[in-house]
Protein backbone atom coordinates (compact mmCIF):
# COMPACT_ATOMS: atom_id res chain seq x y z
CA UNK A 1 0.00 0.00 0.00
CA UNK A 2 1.50 3.07 -0.85
CA UNK A 3 1.43 5.90 1.70
CA UNK A 4 2.59 9.72 1.47
CA UNK A 5 2.98 11.54 4.31
CA UNK A 6 3.94 15.35 4.39
CA UNK A 7 5.02 17.52 6.96
CA UNK A 8 6.23 21.33 7.07
CA UNK A 9 3.44 23.40 6.25
CA UNK A 10 2.51 26.52 8.38
CA UNK A 11 2.35 30.45 9.33
CA UNK A 12 5.13 32.59 7.78
CA UNK A 13 5.39 36.00 7.11
CA UNK A 14 6.21 36.90 3.73
CA UNK A 15 9.91 37.47 3.12
CA UNK A 16 10.17 34.42 5.40
CA UNK A 17 10.97 30.82 4.63
CA UNK A 18 9.53 27.01 5.07
CA UNK A 19 10.85 23.72 4.26
CA UNK A 20 8.31 20.85 3.42
CA UNK A 21 9.11 17.09 3.25
CA UNK A 22 7.30 13.96 1.77
CA UNK A 23 7.97 10.78 2.63
CA UNK A 24 6.94 8.01 0.19
CA UNK A 25 6.59 3.99 0.81
CA UNK A 26 4.88 1.29 -0.99
CA UNK A 27 6.37 1.43 -4.40
CA UNK A 28 9.04 2.52 -6.79
CA UNK A 29 8.87 6.49 -7.55
CA UNK A 30 10.20 7.89 -10.63
CA UNK A 31 9.13 11.19 -10.27
CA UNK A 32 8.46 13.28 -7.37
CA UNK A 33 7.17 16.97 -6.62
CA UNK A 34 4.86 19.46 -5.17
CA UNK A 35 1.68 20.82 -6.05
CA UNK A 36 -0.37 23.57 -5.35
CA UNK A 37 -3.92 24.69 -4.80
CA UNK A 38 -5.03 28.12 -3.62
CA UNK A 39 -8.88 28.82 -2.86
CA UNK A 40 -10.89 28.83 -5.64
CA UNK A 41 -8.20 27.80 -7.84
CA UNK A 42 -6.78 24.77 -9.59
CA UNK A 43 -4.14 22.46 -8.65
CA UNK A 44 -0.86 23.27 -10.37
CA UNK A 45 2.78 22.36 -10.29
CA UNK A 46 5.37 24.10 -8.14
CA UNK A 47 8.53 21.59 -8.75
CA UNK A 48 9.00 17.82 -9.43
CA UNK A 49 12.40 16.10 -9.69
CA UNK A 50 13.21 12.81 -11.15
CA UNK A 51 15.53 10.02 -9.70
CA UNK A 52 18.36 11.66 -11.69
CA UNK A 53 18.02 14.61 -9.86
CA UNK A 54 16.37 16.75 -13.35
CA UNK A 55 14.15 19.40 -11.75
CA UNK A 56 11.29 21.26 -12.88
CA UNK A 57 9.77 24.75 -11.57
CA UNK A 58 7.17 26.45 -11.84
CA UNK A 59 8.39 29.83 -13.26
CA UNK A 60 6.36 31.82 -10.46
CA UNK A 61 9.18 29.92 -7.88
CA UNK A 62 11.94 29.99 -9.59
CA UNK A 63 14.98 31.09 -7.71
CA UNK A 64 13.11 30.73 -4.41
CA UNK A 65 12.27 27.59 -4.10
CA UNK A 66 14.82 24.66 -4.33
CA UNK A 67 13.23 21.13 -4.64
CA UNK A 68 15.89 18.10 -3.42
CA UNK A 69 15.18 13.99 -2.93
CA UNK A 70 16.93 11.37 -0.80
CA UNK A 71 15.91 8.54 -3.13
CA UNK A 72 17.36 6.05 -0.57
CA UNK A 73 14.68 7.22 1.97
CA UNK A 74 12.26 8.03 -1.09
CA UNK A 75 11.43 11.53 0.47
CA UNK A 76 11.48 14.82 -1.29
CA UNK A 77 11.73 18.39 0.28
CA UNK A 78 10.67 22.05 -1.10
CA UNK A 79 12.80 24.74 0.61
CA UNK A 80 10.76 27.91 -0.15
CA UNK A 81 12.51 31.29 -0.03
CA UNK A 82 11.59 34.68 0.20
CA UNK A 83 7.95 33.52 0.60
CA UNK A 84 5.02 35.62 -1.17
CA UNK A 85 1.34 36.11 0.21
CA UNK A 86 0.38 34.81 -3.17
CA UNK A 87 2.03 31.42 -2.15
CA UNK A 88 -0.48 30.88 0.09
CA UNK A 89 -1.59 27.50 -0.73
CA UNK A 90 -2.30 23.49 -0.10
CA UNK A 91 0.46 21.81 -1.23
CA UNK A 92 0.37 18.50 -2.20
CA UNK A 93 3.06 15.90 -2.69
CA UNK A 94 3.07 14.01 -5.33
CA UNK A 95 4.68 10.69 -6.26
CA UNK A 96 4.97 8.67 -9.53
CA UNK A 97 5.28 5.07 -10.49
CA UNK A 98 5.19 2.38 -13.00
CA UNK A 99 1.86 1.90 -11.73
CA UNK A 100 -0.25 5.06 -11.05
CA UNK A 101 0.32 8.83 -9.61
CA UNK A 102 -0.09 9.15 -5.98
CA UNK A 103 -1.13 12.06 -4.18
CA UNK A 104 -0.34 13.56 -0.34
CA UNK A 105 -3.06 14.80 1.41
CA UNK A 106 -1.70 18.30 1.81
CA UNK A 107 -0.09 20.78 3.71
CA UNK A 108 -1.13 24.81 4.31
CA UNK A 109 1.37 27.51 3.98
CA UNK A 110 0.13 30.75 4.81
CA UNK A 111 1.99 33.43 3.99
CA UNK A 112 0.96 36.54 5.69
CA UNK A 113 2.02 40.30 4.11
Known amino acids: QVQLEESGGGLVQAGGSLQLSCGASGDIFSIMGWYRQAPGKQRDLVAIINSGGFKVYADSVKGRFTISRDNGKDTVYLQMNSLKPEDTAVYYC?????????WGKGTLVTVSS
Open 94 to 102: QARSKMSDY
